[in-house]
């Protein structure tokens, strides 16, 4: 079994930057690819950004391309998105998960283990 608990939200006006972590327990996450999904109040589940076990590929949403960036630390189990020149839009709460594959995938299917999810709110 896997635990993630996800932590960094909060709240932040347009324009600034937030840095979300994602901590893995129970087993090593090293082999899975991770993603950052995000649901926003009455909408959908949203595929936000993955990465790959080893951190050599990463796919974004083009909706947070060139705001967002996604890393990992292995060693330490962990996950990050780092937000940078936040809109409204993203307000949502952000989801850490870890797939059931090594390789990039945005289907939300892929991934096996998911976290409570931690609320960004970003003022205008």
């Known amino acids: 079994q896997v635990q993630l608990v996800e932590s960094g939200g909060g709240l932040v006006q347009a324009g600034g930057s937030l840095r979300l972590s994602c901590a893995a327990s129970g087993r090593t996450v090293s082999g899975s690819a991770m993603g950052w999904f995000r649901q926003a109040p009455g909408k959908e589940r949203q595929f936000v950004a993955a990465i790959s076990w080893n951190g050599a590929n990463t796919v974004y949403a083009e909706s947070v391309k060139g705001r967002f960036t996604i890393s990992r630390t292995n060693a330490k189990n962990t996950v990050y998105l780092q937000m940078n020149s936040l809109k409204p839009e993203d307000t949502a709460v952000y989801y850490c998960?870890?797939?059931?594959?090594?390789?990039?995938?945005?289907?939300?299917?892929?991934?096996?283990?998911w976290g409570q999810g931690t609320q960004v709110t970003v003022s205008s």
């Open positions: 998960a870890a797939s059931r594959f090594s390789a990039v995938r945005s289907a939300a299917e892929v991934y096996g283990y």
